[in-house]
């Protein structure tokens, strides 16, 4: 299936060159698929979807998450005994480990302003008063304990990304929940890292099964407006 990358760093990764999927299409027809045949992913395609999860935004523009690519045997056999025994990381090609990165507010973020600055999206003043601003608020989070939880937003954003640009690929994929965190770390490497913390596994290849949709609730049962909930009787 066509590639489509929005303008910007992953722009012209893959050119486009026919119809693609629109979002809204993508949305509805994307699947959690459990079994995988062993095709392996071309290494054009993986790279535009790892370029388009990339795309994601972050609070404060942080950057805040990584994503650590599982294909070869080892780890993935090594995922599936993290995982409790499901398949997807047995037979899917890759799994994709989304790490958040709670301390990265700390780190030198002189590489994001500069390109900020080059792409014309914020001038010097702003780059200053967002720069204060950014670490006023990130040492309100750690004061009230919530730097974790942010940073595991911005990874689940990223993977949201990954669900929706996989299909608009042709590939299938897989959210994964149920997992041993210190056994994923030391699937990837990181086990001694406190710092870090995993926000979910993502499975990506091409389905051996078809997923049809479960359907959903009608949506004013989950939407409300001003409010949350419903008026009984």
């Known amino acids: 299936m066509t590639q489509?990358?929005?303008?910007?760093?992953?722009?012209?990764?893959?050119?486009?060159t026919g119809p693609t999927l629109s979002v809204a299409d993508a949305i509805r027809t994307r699947r959690t698929v459990r079994h995988y045949r062993p095709d392996?992913?071309?290494?054009?395609?993986?790279d535009a979807l790892l370029a388009l999860a990339m795309e994601a935004p972050t609070s404060w523009n942080l950057q805040d998450r990584s994503?650590?690519?599982?294909s070869d045997e080892a780890g993935r056999e090594s995922l599936v005994r993290a995982t409790g025994g499901q398949p997807q990381p047995a037979e899917a090609p890759i799994i994709l480990?989304?790490?958040?990165?709670?301390?990265?507010?700390?780190?030198?973020?002189?590489?994001?302003?500069?390109?900020?600055r080059r792409a014309g999206a914020w001038s010097d003043d702003f780059i200053a008063m967002f720069a204060a601003a950014s670490d006023a608020f990130q040492?309100?989070?750690?004061r009230r304990g919530l730097l974790r939880e942010y940073a595991i937003k911005d990874?689940?954003?990223?993977?949201?990304?990954?669900?929706?640009?996989?299909?608009e690929l042709g590939l299938a994929s897989s959210p994964m929940n149920g997992w041993d965190e210190a056994a994923v770390k030391e699937t990837i490497g990181i086990a001694?890292?406190?710092?870090l913390a995993i926000a979910l596994l993502v499975a990506v290849?091409?389905?051996a099964e078809e997923r049809r949709h479960p359907g959903r609730r009608p949506v004013d049962h989950n939407v409300f407006h001003q409010r949350y909930g419903r008026a009984d009787g």
């Open 4 to 16: 489509l990358l929005p303008p910007g760093p992953a722009a012209g990764l893959v050119p486009p």
């Open 40 to 46: 392996p992913i071309p290494a054009a395609t993986l």
């Open 67 to 70: 994503i650590v690519v599982v």
């Open 97 to 116: 480990v989304f790490v958040a990165e709670p301390q990265a507010w700390r780190a030198d973020r002189a590489d994001i302003y500069d390109q900020a």
């Open 139 to 142: 040492h309100d989070l750690e």
């Open 155 to 167: 990874a689940m954003i990223a993977a949201t990304y990954v669900l929706l640009a996989a299909t």
């Open 192 to 195: 001694d890292r406190d710092d």
């Open 205 to 207: 290849g091409y389905p």
